[in-house]
Every structure is written in C-alpha cells, then in structure tokens.
C-alpha cells in the first residue's frame, strides 16, 4: 500500500529534488520535522499511479552512488553513541509543535545502554561495510571512548490507519527493503506556487518497515541485549513518537519476550547461579509516579546517599515463570491511564516504565537481600501532541499534553547535555529524566 502511495506522489510533483542527511542525530530530527509539516499538504496532491519497484528502478545510478558515497564517507549505521548523536535529537520537535498522527506513521525507537554492554553485543550487520581503515579506526576509537552510553536508533514505520485511508491521505514514507535507509517525501511549493516532492533520505541503525512483526522489533532491538544484563549492565529500551504512531503496539510484547529469554537463561547458561528475576511497573502521570502493581499507589523518588535514585514504596514482584509475569504485564497495562485525543482514540497518557531486574543473592548469605545485577527497563513514552491535536479535547486532556510535552523536553535536553559531555546534566527538569 504504502509503495504504491508513494510513487503517486513522487510522480505528481513538478520535480523532484534530492537530499540526504549526512548525520543520525540530525535525521531524527529533520525526520521528525518533515513528518510533522506533512499534515497541511496530505490529500492534496494529484495522484497518478507510480509503482514503488519502478519508482526505484527509475532511480539515476548516480543516485544510487550517492546513496553510497554517503554510506561509506560517514553513515557508518553501527551502534551510535551519544556523541555522534545531534545535540538537536528532540528539540525541533518540540518547537514545532505539529505532531500529527495523519501522516506521521512512524516511530523511532530507542535503546539507550551502559557503556559496559557494547563489547558484549554481537557485532552489528552493517548493509554496506565500511571499506576505508581510516573510517574503520575511527569508528572502532569512538566505540571505545564513550564515555556515557550507547544508543541504537531504530525506526518502525507503520501503515495507514482507517481513518487516514478514509480521508485519502497519503503515505509519505518509503523503505527500501533489507535497508537502514528511508526516504521521507516532502511536498513543496515553489514562488510560482507550482508543487515539486522533495526527497530526505535517512540513515538509522535499523529501519523495519509496515510488514516487520512485532518478533522481528523484538529481535532487532531488545533480543541483543538480554545476555548483557547478567554481566552488570543496565539497558533501556524507549519509544518515542508523537501520540497514536504505535508506541504502545510496538512496546506492549517486548517485555513478555524479554522476560521468556531471561528465564531461559537463568534456567539453563545461568542454572544454579543464584540469579533472580523481578519485575516492577509504574507510570509517571503529571509529574506523578504511580505503582501499576499496586493498586495505583502514589511513589516517591528520592535521592540515596550514593546519589542514585530510588523509588520507595514500589513493590518488586519476584517471577519464575512467564504466566506469572504475563499476568503482572497484562495488570499493569489495565492499570495505565489512557484517554483520547484527536489522533488516537486510545492514547497512553502516562509514562510507563517495566522494570525487569536481575539480582543475585551471594553464596552464604541467602538470608540478606539480594544484589541488583543488571536491569531492562521498557519506557513506553507518552506520545507528543502538538496544539492542534488537542483543539478537540477537554482542558484535563490539554493540560496532559502539556504536562507531556514538558517531561520529553527535558528527556531531550537531558540527551543534548550527555551529548555535550557537559558536566552538569540536568536530570532533575523531570520525573521522567
Ligand atoms: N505497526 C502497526 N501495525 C498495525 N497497527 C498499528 C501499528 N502501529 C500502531 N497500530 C495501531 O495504531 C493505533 C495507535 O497505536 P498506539 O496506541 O500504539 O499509538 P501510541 O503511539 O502509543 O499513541 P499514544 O502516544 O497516543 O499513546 C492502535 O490502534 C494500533 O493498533
């Protein structure tokens, strides 16, 4: 469907010009600007029918070089850390305020890890390999050198809904398969006020296209890193999009699959090794924390005496098997605030945060406390609105958005300062950071 769209629209323009983004950070921002300003021009254009197999073979070889001139000369699509991250990650976004769900039909999707874990991932499929040294020793260096975290940035796009096929709206997004390359389809206007498409291309670490099931999301983002949390790593694994783009659709199952991997591990690589698995889930809703597996119950966060932060009162349930588990997630899910806004009938409006932590009791000392070994924790981010998505809506929905938008502004510029390797990181804007 989505092919098929997007010849339509690349052929219906006056022109065609051609851009590719030469850094990751910026793509995730120019991605989201474009796919925001795309919502004025939906439905809008003349549409002879193009096919995507001949839309792409028509393309110049020229193009295609440039495609991989691009690759080779600095797209390297291996892990990112936080240094070749934009320091503009989110904040175009914000600004902008002109989040859609009408023609933003993708998420990016994250997963932010302790440094330790990098070596231990398996090594990543680069589509096209890095052929100079020079490319090579720089990348392996930066690799090393990160000093904060690791990032991987992956983009999941998703179909059409009902609603945006009923109002004929149009797919701005196509995926070339088996790629990490996107290509995000802008209508402009020249001073004659003739319509000419204007092509972004896009490089992310992986980029999964309508068809990609939520196994394959779950195998190319989360699977990787679930051995590394035996070895003392911590990983976090968020989505972030603007409201009803398929946070909650991807980010749903990959705890559950996690979890079933984890067991496996403990109950056989693991046997005996007195590992054990626990899992906690809370939601962050208005500046509040509430425990999902308790009833609601109202948490405070607090600050220990080794600087890290704790949230007390939030009860730790101690799982052996995947019924249990599925059963605590489903609870917790249930639990969560939703409600609706002018993009999506059943928005999440409320940080949820699943928490599955590894501990291990020391040999001996089975009456103490278990220690905290390595933890994945899944962050299912409320989506971003602009105003005009909430026009609709009653003032408790507004203020939401609000309330939203403030706590992703400060994830971002919580992003922006790590990315600075400033010295002081501004965690505190929000619960959420
Ligand atoms: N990849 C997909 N395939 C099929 N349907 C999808 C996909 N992604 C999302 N959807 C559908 O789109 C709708 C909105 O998705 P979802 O609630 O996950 O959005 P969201 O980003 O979590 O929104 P919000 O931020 O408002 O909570 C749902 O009905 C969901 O089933």
Redesign the pocket.
Known sequence: MSGAAMGRRQMGGAGNSHHQRRYSSDQVVEYSRLLSMQRGISGEFPVPVEPTARRLSSQSSSQRQHREDVYLNGHSPGLLDLHSIDTELLPQAMPHSCFT?HST?S?CFLYLLDTEVAELLPSRRNPVPLQNNLLKSLSADKEKTSSVAKIKVVV????L?KKEIAKKEEDIITIDSGSSFLTVHEMKLKVDLTEYLEKHEFVFDAVLD?D?S?DEVYRETVEPTVPAIFQRTKATCF?Y????????????PLPLKASQDILRLMHHTYRYQGFQLYVSFFEIYGGKLFDLLNDRRKLCMREDGKQQVCIVGLQEFRVSNVDSIRELIEKGNATRS?GT?G???????SHAILQLAIKRSVVGSESKPARIVGKLSFI??????RGADTTDNDKQTRIEGAE?NKSLLALKECIRALDNDQVHIPFRGSKLT
């Open positions: 769900s039909f998420l999941r796009k998703r179909p809904n309508e990609v939520n989505a999009g603007q409201t009803g783009n398929g946070k909650t659709y991807t980010m749903q939703t806004t993009a999506n009938e059943e928005s999440s409006r299912d981010l409320a989506g971003s609105e939203i």
